[in-house]
């Protein structure tokens, strides 16, 4: 994986083979924060990256300028990995080793953008209890968003505050507002 824009442009990151993740693509990943760029400053916004995984999303936005970032994966090595490299990357990332419903449910603050990268093979009743969480919570701030990345085979379209989704290649982008 790479850091496709930002401070870091271009700087790849190998994580190691025994994590059990499957990285956001580059092409979807631009596409995303093509999108994002429309709506946000990314330097002054606060962001959650919920199944974090090797912490791709994060970089990105960290390479972009944002500063608060947490980072939320329940596996030990993943939560690992992401404090390594965010040493590396000489900034800081929030690391929570959590399961993500227990996270959104006990959670206090806010964010701008609550992004979610789960299983591909999830229900559409474990995709949807995500957006549940985060907008009976209130966890987002005004004008915030959640996005969930899912499978084309999946549609989150009947899901509570579902506002539009895009498609990348075998991967779709979910948006939710209130």
């Known amino acids: 994986m790479r850091i496709i824009s930002g401070k870091h442009k271009g700087k790849r990151l190998t994580a190691p083979k025994k994590l059990p993740v499957r990285p956001t693509t580059d092409m979807a990943k631009e596409g995303l924060f093509n999108i994002l760029g429309n709506y946000y400053n ?18 990105e936005f960290l390479s972009r300028g944002t500063e608060n970032i947490t980072a939320v994966d329940s596996h030990y090595a993943c939560v690992g990995y992401i404090k390594s490299t965010t040493k590396e990357l ?17 959670v206090k603050h806010k964010a701008d953008i609550i992004f979610a990268d789960p299983p591909y093979d999830f229900t559409i009743e474990q995709f949807t209890k995500i957006a549940t969480l985060v907008f009976e919570n209130e966890l987002l701030n005004d004008d915030g968003m959640l996005i969930i990345e899912h499978s084309k085979y999946t549609s989150l379209e009947e899901a509570p505050y579902f506002d539009n989704s895009r498609k990348y290649g075998g991967s779709v982008f979910s948006f ?3």
Do not use: R
């Open 90 to 106: 000489g900034s800081p990332i929030e690391t929570i080793k959590s399961d993500v419903y227990n996270y959104l449910e006990k």
């Open 176 to 178: 939710f507002k209130k």
């Open 42 to 59: 990314f330097s002054t916004i606060s962001v959650v990256d919920l199944f974090a995984g090797t912490g791709n999303i994060s970089y």
